[in-house]
């Protein structure tokens, strides 16, 4: 017997028993970006390697360590995208999107990074990734974080925190890093191997270890609101007074700077304290440099990422979004000849009613056997298809959620009776 061949490490199958979760997050992720007017954009999940190291930054855990990277047979230097932004910013440009100004677009589907595995951390992982191009003010920003609140509501989800704060301008941040670099540069014996390496390239990194041993002297560190240029401040106090105004409770987080290189003024994350460790849902801020150095014209820009794997994690965690799609309607067929019949009146059922789901029993089976089949699907009704019922030009309709007596219907109105009963409509 041949060995079973397992997954990849850090990937992971999503089963049909788990497919409720992932299918009740992606409509309503549709509805509430229709509802503020973005538009679903796809990209390709390989792009050149240069993309991701020109916009995600060389000194970015990403670039260093977590890249899925390859030379194809044409010497083409190619990345597994992981992230979304670059590659967005990317097609805009490449496909003349930005010539009226201003966009709003969204996307799903999956990013690879070569991370260590663990619960809510894979190395094939989705995303949910919002993006708007064109807008200067404060006012996306909220509308941004606005959407991802929305969302998070609609899907019914507690126990989550906003968290906010402004990087400044990249000219702010020149006076800042001095700062840094003089502050670490102080305490670099107690400095873990990463933000030692970080210290030369780019300390701001350091305020993003997840090292346990570096959170005191983080702590300690100086902080980058201090430091901010009078613009930025204005736009951030004006960012936290529209969040007010909607009612959207933040918290200041003065050391979030997170972790791609192209972020400028407003950052923010979405927490939760229910999944451990792997405690950020959401996350994302402005890059307003970021078009300009990936070739465009200088366009200001913002998003978030929303990971699809934690999401679902928390909705099983707090008992929402578990209905599955089960069949309205189950088709016994009790007889040695009622097979073609019954494919026939599937189809027939099928094309009167588009939103009809109907399952046939496939495989034979007993009469007894077939109704354990129908009960276990889930279907409110059965229809029975025999030899005798073909023969009369009917079938039997049994409820399978109610009590009530089974009755028998003309083959001719069958159509018509399961329209009235499960209020279907037609194409």
């Known amino acids: 017997m041949s060995k079973i061949i397992e997954p990849l490490r850090g990937v992971h199958d999503v089963l049909p028993a788990q497919i409720a979760a992932w299918q009740h ?3 309503i992720t549709r509805e509430v970006f229709a509802g503020y007017g973005y538009e679903e954009f796809r990209v390709p999940v390989i792009e050149q390697t240069q993309l991701f190291k020109r916009s995600i930054g060389d000194f970015t855990d990403i670039v260093e360590k977590e890249m899925f990277s390859f ?3 044409g010497e083409d230097h190619i990345t597994l995208r992981p992230e979304a932004t670059a590659g967005i910013v990317r097609a805009v440009i490449s496909n003349g999107m930005l010539r009226d100004g201003r966009l709003r677009v969204w996307c799903m589907g999956p990013m690879f990074r070569r991370e260590r595995p663990q619960a809510g951390r894979y190395r094939q992982f989705h995303q949910i990734d919002a993006e708007a191009f064109g807008f200067e003010g404060p006012d996306v920003d909220a509308e941004m974080i606005l959407l991802s609140a929305r969302l998070l509501r609609r899907l019914g989800l507690t126990r989550t925190k906003l968290l906010v704060n402004s990087l400044g301008t990249p000219e702010s941040r020149v006076a800042y890093r001095e700062q840094l670099t003089a502050y670490f540069s102080a305490h670099e014996t107690a400095l873990d191997e990463d933000s030692k390496r970080r210290l030369k390239g780019n300390p701001l990194r350091i305020l993003d270890s997840k090292n346990p041993d570096m ?5 300690g ?13 204005e736009h951030f106090e004006s960012l936290c007074a529209h969040l007010r105004s909607a009612g959207i409770e933040y918290h200041v987080e003065p050391h979030l700077v997170r972790g791609l ?3 400028t003024r407003t950052v923010f994350e979405w927490t939760t304290d229910a999944l451990g460790s792997q405690s950020t849902l959401c996350a994302g801020g402005r890059y307003d440099g970021l078009v300009a150095q990936l070739g465009g014209a200088g366009t200001p820009g913002i998003g978030w990422a929303m990971g699809q794997e934690r999401i679902v994690m928390l909705l099983e965690k707090q008992g929402l979004g578990r209905q599955r799609d089960r069949p309205q309607v189950y088709l016994v067929l009790a007889g040695e000849r009622t097979e073609i019949a019954g494919f026939k009146l599937a189809e027939q059922l099928r094309d009167a009613w588009p939103d009809l789901a109907l399952q046939i029993n496939l495989g034979g089976g007993s009469f007894k056997t ?3 089949r129908a009960d276990k699907s889930g279907a409110r009704f059965a229809i029975v298809l025999g030899d005798d ?5 009917v079938v039997a309709l049994k409820a399978l959620r109610e009590e009530s007596e089974q009755e028998e219907c003309p083959l001719s109105e ?6 009235v009963l499960l209020g279907l409509k037609g194409g």
């Open 221 to 233: 560190a100086p902080l980058l609101l201090d430091s901010l240029d009078a613009q930025s401040r």
């Open 25 to 27: 997050l992606e409509r």
């Open 215 to 219: 959170q005191r002297i983080v702590a």
């Open 370 to 372: 077939q109704f354990k």
């Open 414 to 419: 069958i159509s018509e009776r399961l329209g």
């Open 389 to 393: 019922e073909e023969a009369r030009g």
């Open 261 to 263: 290189d192209y972020y």
């Open 71 to 73: 030379v194809d047979q």
